[in-house]
């Protein structure tokens, strides 16, 4: 008899706890859709449900990362479809300006790519962003070294 209820609570109530779990894209998605894109003014509650900050440069952090949002924004409120890809389907949008992303962490790299264009690049460790920017070309080394606001 124990074991069949045993069977009943996981039949029934892990699956519905499964569906609450955000991928990495999603949480992504989420963040460009509720923040960037809804809420450039975001203060630093909202923000911290999906950045990884260090503790040490937390206010120094925040208050680049507020700075830079509202740009955006403006870069992005025109578009009315985007899609977050990982970097195995990166080929297929990038242009041959856009240069590799060299991170040395254990994160996942994904990048929002609008109207068939690269926009943005996103990193994520244990569910929270540690990473993100537009993908900038300038300088002259051969990648992208990116600003990481995590330990």
Partial sequence: MKNVLIIFLITFFVPGCASDTYTDMQIVEEFV??????NPTADVSILEDY???KEADRDQTYEYIKAVIPDFHNALKEISNFEIIGVDERSEYASPEHKPIEFKGDGVIYFLVAEGKEEMFFILEKGKIVSFFPNVQKGSNSYISPFVFSE
């Fill in 51 to 53: 950045l990884s900050v």
């Fill in 33 to 38: 859709s509720k923040v960037i894109i809804e």
